[in-house]
């Protein structure tokens, strides 16, 4: 997996922090470049479209002021503002260009112990044991292989933890997990699509084959584990690519996992914004809005017609059903 960069863009006061200063050793080759916020790099900010993909090979480091929980109502109780947002991956579909536009690059946020002290307390307040997503705004997998965050995370949440955190990733380097003590108490979920969707559309990120390996090793390594078959993209031929997948992960994920994981289905969500990304950075990538299929759905965002993910939800729902024999969570 490729994670070059080719500067990092700092905040000085991140460089007082311990994970600042390992980053500062780790790439002292690269041009550094200060900045007053994280949030706010005029020369990145005022890029073209076109250069998307130049920018996504920016790394941003600075200190997360931002510490507001977000209820949810799926896997988890809480989404938990973490150690990163914006990734190095470039899926066509990806909903952090919601809110970052182009500058969704990879940012990492060194006061990992703050963040770490508030989920604490927040668990330790709570009534009842609760549930935290860490990976809401990147792909803490991917961040792993940059900053070796989630260890620390993982083992300290299991000794000091009453509930449990939970991430999704699209990526397999998964290694320096598998030995971890966790207690239980990390729920590791994989994303899948369809093989051809995966090198047309989720760029830069494992192909399907490595993640069912990698999903295979965390359950064997004790962690519960789920699988997220998201976001459901309604190509012309979507049946057969959906199918294929079923196919692909009944024969490659282990008893363990169909007999121990749950199913999470999103259909895809696309925006004019990334609409506008895409056309201008990727004009050869595969289409992936339907404007026949998909509505608006308020704020210059698309989802599929009710007939289409009805048609989609159903087919879903048979093959899960007929071929993993997997519980679905929930379909959204």
Excluded at 273 to 283: C, G, H, K, R
């Amino acid at each position: 997996m490729d994670l070059t960069f080719d500067a990092v863009y700092y905040e000085p006061q991140a460089l007082e922090y311990p994970l600042g200063k390992a980053m500062r050793e780790k790439y002292r080759t690269l041009p550094w470049v200060e900045i007053t916020s994280h949030n706010r790099i005029p020369e990145l900010s005022a890029a073209e479209n076109k250069a998307f993909a130049q920018l996504k090979r920016h790394l941003v480091l600075g200190v997360r002021k931002t510490h507001q929980y977000t209820e949810n109502h799926k896997v988890s109780d809480w989404l938990v503002p973490y150690t990163s947002s914006g990734c190095r991956a470039m899926c066509l579909y990806c909903y952090l260009v919601c809110n970052y536009n182009k500058c969704a690059y990879l940012r990492l946020f060194v006061n990992r112990e703050q963040m770490m002290e508030k989920l604490l307390k927040k668990d330790r307040a709570a009534p009842v044991p609760q549930t935290f997503e860490i990976g809401s705004n990147s792909d803490l997998v991917l961040e792993n292989a940059v900053t070796d965050n989630l260890p620390w995370t993982i083992e300290r949440f299991a000794r000091e933890g009453r509930g449990r955190l939970t991430f999704p990733t699209k990526f397999e380097m998964v290694g320096p997990l598998l030995p971890l003590e966790h207690g239980g108490k990390t729920i590791f979920r994989m994303s899948v699509n369809p093989a051809e969707i995966v090198w047309q559309v989720e760029l830069g990120t494992s192909p399907l084959e490595a993640r069912i390996r990698a999903l295979n090793e965390m359950a064997a390594a004790g962690y519960p584990v789920g699988l997220l078959v998201a976001p459901v993209i309604l190509m012309p031929d979507w049946r057969r690519q959906y199918g294929e997948l079923m196919d692909a992960l009944a024969g490659g994920l282990s008893q363990q996992v169909k007999r121990t994981g749950f199913v999470e289905v999103i259909l895809m969500t696309y925006s004019f914004v990334q609409d506008a990304i895409n056309t201008e950075a990727f004009p050869g990538a595969a289409p992936i809005f339907d404007r026949a299929l998909m509505t608006g759905r308020g704020r210059g965002k698309y989802c599929y017609r009710g007939q289409a993910r009805a048609e989609a939800e159903h087919f879903l729902q048979e093959q899960i059903r007929e071929k993993l024999n997997m519980p679905i969570l929930y379909l959204a």
